[in-house]
């Protein structure tokens, strides 16, 4: 796993300076400004989570590695999470002022929800002894909480617009799954591991912490989203991917 995990990684290497974000200045700048006001927060939320992923995240989970193979392996994985955070920065620089960057990041500083799963995860990684909590944290982040924010260049991308920025999360898209599945199987064989008991406690801690993160979710979106009447396509989307992390991580879906 360890072999082709690294062999998918580097096959599936890019950078953002290859995408021409800028020919999407055209649709940026048609579009209302309620819609780009929406745009630029998601992208912010965006940021300061693959920014706590590159920094933390992979960092941490390197510190249980089994193999000297399965840290390359994260070594790689925190490589790219800087990648992605670069690449929200170029966005931003590309379809926005300096002054409006100033805005949103302000916004993103404040936003009650927003800091809500950005302290809860980091709380985990540097303050959670149990290496598999860390391991669901970290899946939890990469398979479902971004995913709020994924959604509004996937809608213009269906709507023919904004395409080289969705061709950029699209490439992001592609190493999250990577990430998501790769963590999730090592999160498997230490809950293998465990006994009965502490399966159950296990499996106890992991679906408290997602419905707690689903429920701050929840009003982070309608904050998002009430303005445009995307909420509860959203949260459709939200439901979906908290599923696939819990198939990652080996258990039940939890939502219909």
């Known amino acids: 796993i360890d072999k082709y995990t690294w062999e998918k990684l580097t096959s ?4 953002d300076t290859r995408v021409p974000v800028s020919n999407d200045l055209d649709d940026w700048r048609k579009l209302p400004q309620l819609e780009r006001d929406t745009f630029a927060k998601a992208f912010a939320g965006l940021t300061l989570l693959d920014t706590l992923q590159s920094v933390d995240g992979a960092e941490v989970l390197k510190h249980d590695a089994r193999t000297p193979q399965e ?15 670069k690449s929200y920065s170029s966005i931003f620089s590309t379809l926005n002022t300096p002054e409006q960057i100033d805005e949103i990041f302000d916004w993103s500083d404040t936003e009650e929800f927003l800091q809500n799963k950005a302290l809860k995860i980091h ?7 149990d290496p598999l909590k860390k391991k669901i944290a970290s899946v939890f982040l990469e398979t479902f909480l971004f995913y709020s924010g994924f959604y509004t260049p996937l809608w213009y991308l269906g709507h023919n617009k904004i395409p080289n920025v969705a061709e950029i999360i699209k490439l992001i898209l592609r190493d999250e799954s990577v990430h998501g599945t790769y963590i999730g199987y090592k999160f498997q064989l230490g809950f293998n591991e465990l ?3 502490q399966q159950s406690e296990m499996k106890m801690w992991m679906y408290d912490l997602l419905l707690d993160l689903y429920n701050n979710e929840e009003q982070y979106t309608k904050h998002l989203y009430d303005g445009i009447g995307w909420t509860e396509s959203v949260l459709t989307f939200l439901r979906y991917n908290a599923n696939k992390a819990l198939m ?8 219909p």
């Open 12 to 15: 599936q290497f890019w950078l």
């Open 71 to 85: 840290i390359a392996c994260f070594n790689n994985i925190q490589f790219m999470e800087s990648v992605h955070a």
């Open 123 to 129: 709380g985990i990684y540097v303050s959670e002894p």
């Open 195 to 197: 006994t009965e008991d």
């Open 248 to 255: 990652n991580l080996g258990q039940d879906p939890l939502f």
